[in-house]
């Protein structure tokens, strides 16, 4: 099973000789094909051959494009290798209303209960949240999510419109972009359509599905980043994302979250996420998604 998350930033030449990756700098080094889980390209100096791309997508490897502000631009995945994709495609395209409906509130509970543990294990208060969790109708038609997100960014960082401090904002971004591009990676290899969401519907956006399903993962990013990346700018709120944060928020794929009771990394999470959700979409049972849980420590 793929594991390795590669990120090259410094210019390289990128080719494939006997199933390897070859990166080729001042010095020459190659990793198997099928021991990588993403590829990131966060420099302006790279080559990349075809043939390497079409071995990277046979394997199912996600290759992550960055700005210049290093944060994803460009995701490429495996197109519709997934035996059951007309399958799967029709199925998740005939979905009642009411089943996404209710797959949506799932959702939401997960993401802002998730949000309450965060809260609590930084020894904030998260009495609020837990209500607001409970409330949640089908749909979130109360608009419980949002309520919640400014509560909660407003405690976690003494701003509800998450613009200050601004390394903090960007290491948000840039690690939710990470579990995002792994989330669609996986819609893709399942054979759903990802432009097709519960919840996001934009024409313009060819992941709405994935922008779904990361909901409840991304408190596990926050908390990711209060742990490993805030402690290296303490005191100093106007500080940019570094080399070495970023270094830091790719291992996001390796954190662990809590499913069915057990630990899982983020990683392993999301697939069983994704497959769960396609179990719903088969037996038109919300109540059988998968959805991630906090490591309270």
Known sequence: MAWRVVAIENPARLSVRDNQLVIAQEMESTLPIEDIDALILD???????????????????????????HLPASVLLPYSQHSRQAKVSRQQLSMSQPLKKQLWQQIIISKITNQADVLRSRGLDDSTLRSLANDVKSGDTSNR?????????????????????????????????????????????????????????????????????I??????????????????????RDASLTKHDRQLIIDILNYYVIMNGKKFTVRHSVERTVESFIECIETKEADKLLLPKIVLQ
């Open 43 to 69: 420099n302006y100096g790279s080559t990349i051959t075809t043939n390497l791309l079409t071995a990277l997508a046979t394997k199912g490897t996600t290759t992550v494009i960055c700005d210049e502000k």
């Open 145 to 213: 999510e949002s309520i919640a997100a400014r509560i909660y960014f407003d405690q976690i960082l003494g701003d509800a419109t998450r613009r200050k401090p601004i390394w903090h904002n960007a290491a948000l971004n840039y690690g939710y972009a990470m579990v995002r591009s792994h989330i669609a990676r996986h819609i893709a290899a399942r054979g759903l359509v990802a432009s097709q969401g519960l919840f996001h519907h934009n024409e313009l956006n060819s992941f709405n599905l994935a922008d779904d399903l």
């Open 215 to 236: 909901e409840p993962y991304r408190a596990a990013v926050d908390l990711y980043i209060l742990e490993k990346v805030a402690p290296l700018h303490v005191g100093d």
